[in-house]
Antibody
């Protein structure tokens, strides 16, 4: 069965960086893109970016363009999201989500990681 | 960016009630609309794609409709396990954007 298992909670100081991992199992890692979505307390889900796990191409939300880096290690079936220059507003739960692209051109996130809480404080 | 607006933001309903949630896009997104269910402290669960196609394993009491800018999620007979927050998401263009959520609470 498909599983996405994320790394544990992190506490960071303002200005630091955080790197969250997402280990995939139960499917061929390189056949599906991986997206990162975050959710601040009481807020809506917010898309951050994605990586084509096959070729490593990435696309980021303009909001995070200068601060986020998404990578992957195909040998470990793991995707990573690194966010730099952290500020208090970055305190949120970060999710990885597998993209499924269907034959009719629709896509959606069919499997999600359990979420990683990142707390940023001064 | 395409803005997604859900209404209501919350509702109270009883087991067995029919519940309808609305999602409106700021521009046409054809049928590129997905629905997710989220329970407290958990990851979202995927329910519906392409506005009306039910993900495998999702109970048939869930249904979706709409195209263009206006969409609905309907739960035909609310069950205890359906009390959660529901989000719509457009996958028409990047950045993919989500609605603000509709919290379904027990009356």
């Amino acid at each position: 069965q498909v599983q996405l298992v994320q790394s544990g909670a992190e506490v960071k100081k303002t200005g630091a960086s955080v790197k969250v991992s997402c280990k995939a199992s139960g499917y061929t890692f390189t056949k599906h893109s991986m997206h990162w979505v975050r959710q601040a307390p009481g807020q809506r889900l917010e898309w951050m970016g994605w990586i084509n796990a096959g070729n490593g191409n990435t696309k980021y939300s303009q909001k995070f363009q200068d601060r986020v880096t998404i990578t992957r290690d195909t040998s470990a079936s793991t995707a990573y999201m690194e966010l730099s220059s952290l500020r208090s507003e970055d305190s949120a739960v970060y999710f990885c989500a597998r993209e499924y692209y269907d034959p009719w051109g629709y896509y959606y996130y069919d499997y999600w990681g359990q979420g990683t809480l990142v707390t940023v404080s001064s | 960016d395409i803005q997604m607006t859900q209404s209501p933001s919350s509702l109270s309903a009883s087991v067995g009630d029919r519940v309808t949630i609305t999602c409106r896009a700021s521009q046409s997104i054809s049928r590129n609309l997905n629905w997710y269910q989220q329970k407290p402290g958990k990851a979202p669960k995927f329910l519906i794609y392409a506005a009306s196609s039910l993900q495998s394993g999702v109970p048939s009491r869930f249904s979706g409709s709409g195209s263009g800018t206006d969409f609905t999620l309907t739960i035909s007979s609310l069950q205890p396990e359906d009390f959660a927050t529901y989000y719509c998401q457009q996958s028409y263009s990047s950045p993919q954007t989500f609605g603000g959520g509709t919290k379904v609470e027990i009356k």
